[in-house]
C-alpha cells in the first residue's frame, strides 16, 4: 500500500479543540461528509460515533439530523457552502444526497448509532458472554457503593466466627486509633473500597483474588523475620564502624555533632538502646560528605573508605526497613480489601449481574488479542468509520477496546476522526488517562501487534488544530491565550504538550472584560477580601446594565458558595 500523497489525503483526523471552537460541528460535518459521498445509502449504518455523555450523543444525533434537512431544504447558504467546499459534491446532488439520507436514517432510526462508549461496550458484552462465563440474562447494576455496603456487611458479620478475620479487624481498628482518624470501622472500610472502583487500582488487587487471609498472615510473617535479619544486619555494620574508629584511637563522638546529633547519635542510640533510627538529616550528613570536621580529617583518612561502605549500608537496610514497616502496616488493610473483594465478586455472581465499572476490564481480555474482524462477527455489525468526541476523558481501558476496530478500519483506508481537548480533561476520577490524546498517533498497552498498530496510525493520521473561537469575547479569548502560552513554557514536559497550541483566534466583535486579583496570603481575612471584591465586581456589572440573572459566581466547592450566599444574604 503506498503512502498518502498529502496529509489531506490521511483518514486519520486528529483534532485538537479549545471551548467555543466549534468540534461538535467538526465531528458533525465529517459524519455527513462520509454519509453523502458515500454511493451505499445505508452508509450511516456503518458509521460509529461515540460520546462521552447521553446528553451529549442525543445533541450530535439532533445536530446531524437538523443539518441534513437544512442541506435537503437549501435553508442555510454559508452551511450548503461548506459542504460543497468539503465534499466536492455540487449543490443540487447535495440536496438530492442530503434528503435520501435523512429520510433513511429517520426510518431506520435503531441503527443510527451514536451513542456513549459504555453502551457500546455493553453490546460486545453481550456478544462475548459465553466466552467470559456471564449468562446470557445478566443486569447491569450502575450502584456499586450499595452492593460495597453489603460486602462490607457479610465481613462484619463473620467477626467471632473466623478467628483470622477478627484478628485483622482488631488490628485494623488499632491503625485507625493510632493514626486519630474519625468514623466508625465500617465507614474506614468503605473509604477503602473506593480502589475497587478505579480500573487501574482494581485490576491489580485481582491477581490475589484465589488468597484467603492465612495467605496474607503469611507474608506477613516473612516480612517480620526479613526485618529482624535486617536489625542483625545494623549491628554488624555498627560494630565494624565502632572497631575502625577504634583502630585509630577514637570514638563516636568523633563524628560532627558528637553524640547528640547526626551518625554520632545514630550509633549511641543502638548502642544504649537497641534503636536504630536513620534520619533524613543524617543521611543528607553523609552525602554532603559533612559528617566529620576539617580538622578531624586527618585522624581517619586511613579508614574514610571502609567506613562509607558501612554507612552506605546502614542507608540501604534503612530503606529496606521502611519499607518493610510500611509494607506490614498496609497489608492489614490489603488484606481486607481482598477479603471484601472476594465477598464482592460472589455477590456479583449470585445475583447475575455486572457493574457498569466492569464493562472495559471484561472486554480488553477479549479484544487485546483477537482480530477486529471477529469481534465485528460477534457484534453482528461491521462498522467502517469511527468517530470518538471528547477524548481526552477516554480511560486506557476504553481505548484499549477500541483500538482493534480503528487499526482495522485505518488499515482498509477508511475515515476515523477523534476530538479532544485536554485543557478541559476533568474525568480523572472515572479513569480518564489525557495522555493518551497527547500521545496520539502513538498508541502503548500491551497488544500482540503493537508494532502493526502504530505503524497504520502513524502514517494514516494528521494532527489539526480547531483555532477560531466562536463563543467568546475577544478580552477572554485573548486572556487565555496568555494563560495557555505561559503554561507551555513551563517546566514538565507533559505539561508544556498538554497547552502547546492552544492559542485561539477572536471571531466575535465584542470586547469583554477579564480582571484577575490575587488577594495574597492573608488567610485570616481571605473571605472578607473575596467577599468585598466580588460585591464591587456584581455592583461594577449592573452599573454597565447588567441584571442578577446575567451575573453567575462560580465557587471551588459546595461548602464555599453556602458560606458566599450566606454572606451576600447578611451584607452587615
Known amino acids: 500500500r503506498s503512502m498518502y500523497e498529502s496529509p489531506a489525503e490521511k483518514p486519520f483526523k486528529i483534532y485538537q479543540s479549545s471551548a467555543g471552537s466549534g468540534k461538535t460541528y467538526t465531528l458533525v460535518k465529517e459524519y455527513i461528509s462520509i454519509v453523502l459521498k458515500s454511493d451505499n445509502p445505508n452508509k450511516f449504518r456503518q ?33 450548503m457552502k461548506d459542504f460543497v467546499a468539503s465534499t466536492g459534491i455540487n449543490k443540487s446532488e447535495l440536496i438530492s444526497k442530503s434528503h435520501k439520507a435523512y429520510k433513511n436514517i429517520i426510518h431506520h432510526y435503531g441503527d443510527f448509532n451514536i451513542l456513549t462508549i459504555d453502551k457500546f461496550v455493553h453490546r460486545i458484552i453481550r456478544s462475548f458472554a459465553r466466552e467470559l462465563d456471564l449468562s446470557l440474562s445478566f443486569e447491569i447494576e450502575t450502584d456499586i457503593d450499595t452492593f460495597l455496603q453489603r460486602s462490607i456487611g457479610v465481613l462484619l458479620n463473620n467477626i467471632g466466627a473466623n478467628a483470622e478475620l477478627t484478628k485483622y479487624l482488631i488490628r485494623f481498628s488499632e491503625q485507625l486509633i493510632e493514626d486519630s482518624d474519625k468514623g466508625d470501622i465500617e465507614q474506614q472500610l468503605l473509604r477503602l473500597t473506593s480502589i475497587l472502583k478505579n480500573e487501574k487500582t482494581r485490576i491489580p488487587l485481582t491477581e490475589f483474588k484465589q488468597h484467603d487471609l492465612s495467605f496474607f498472615s503469611d507474608l506477613g510473617k516473612n516480612v517480620k523475620e526479613n526485618e529482624k535479619k535486617l536489625i542483625l544486619e545494623v549491628g554488624t555494620s555498627i560494630s565494624k564502624i565502632v572497631d575502625l574508629l ?152 476504553q481505548w484499549t477496546n477500541l483500538v482493534p476496530l480503528v487499526y482495522e478500519s485505518l488499515s482498509e483506508g477508511n475515515k476515523n476522526l477523534i476530538v479532544g481537548d485536554a485543557k478541559q480533561a476533568i474525568y480523572r476520577w472515572r479513569n480518564g488517562d489525557v495522555h493518551q490524546f497527547v500521545n496520539l498517533p502513538k498508541v502503548e498497552g500491551e497488544f500482540t501487534y503493537l508494532d502493526e498498530i502504530n505503524t497504520v496510525f502513524n502514517y494514516s493520521a494528521t494532527r489539526n488544530v480547531l483555532q477560531k473561537n466562536y463563543r467568546s469575547a475577544s478580552a477572554i479569548v485573548q486572556f487565555n491565550n496568555w494563560l495557555f502560552e505561559a503554561l507551555a513554557t513551563g517546566e514538565k514536559e507533559q505539561i508544556q504538550k498538554i497547552y502547546k497550541n492552544s492559542s485561539q483566534k477572536v471571531t466575535k466583535k465584542q470586547t469583554g472584560i477579564v480582571n484577575a486579583k490575587i488577594v495574597g496570603n492573608d488567610i485570616e481575612n481571605t473571605e472578607q477580601i473575596v467577599y468585598e471584591n466580588v460585591m464591587h465586581w456584581i455592583k461594577q456589572a449592573k452599573s454597565d446594565g447588567f441584571s442578577d440573572g446575567d451575573i453567575a459566581l462560580l465557587v471551588r466547592s459546595k461548602n464555599d458558595g453556602i458560606k458566599q450566599t450566606w454572606i451576600f444574604a447578611h451584607p452587615e
Do not use: C
Open 246 to 397: 577504634s583502630s585509630q584511637g577514637l570514638g563516636i563522638d568523633f563524628f560532627k555533632g558528637k553524640m547528640k546529633s547526626g551518625w554520632g547519635a545514630l550509633i549511641n542510640k543502638f548502642l544504649t538502646k537497641d534503636e536504630f533510627t536513620l534520619t533524613d538529616p543524617t543521611i543528607n550528613q553523609y552525602s554532603e560528605e559533612n559528617w566529620y570536621t576539617s580538622k578531624t580529617e586527618s585522624l581517619v583518612r586511613s579508614v574514610i573508605s571502609p567506613l562509607q561502605d558501612e554507612m552506605e549500608k546502614l542507608i540501604k537496610i534503612n530503606e529496606e526497613l521502611n519499607f518493610a514497616k510500611e509494607f506490614n502496616k498496609q497489608l492489614v488493610g490489603f488484606s481486607l480489601l481482598n477479603s471484601i473483594h472476594q465477598i464482592l465478586f460472589k455477590v456479583k455472581s449470585d445475583n447475575n449481574i455486572v457493574f457498569i465499572s466492569d464493562f472495559n476490564e471484561v472486554i480488553s481480555k477479549i479484544v487485546i488479542n483477537e482480530p477486529a474482524p471477529f469481534i465485528y462477527e460477534k457484534i453482528g455489525a461491521r462498522y467502517k468509520n469511527y468517530l470518538i468526541d471528547e477524548f481526552q476523558d477516554t480511560s486506557s481501558l
Open 47 to 79: 458509521i460509529l460515533a461515540i460520546t462521552f455523555t447521553n446528553k451529549a450523543a442525543t445533541e450530535m444525533k439532533e445536530r446531524v439530523l437538523d443539518a441534513l434537512l437544512k442541506l435537503s431544504k437549501a435553508e442555510d447558504a454559508d452551511l
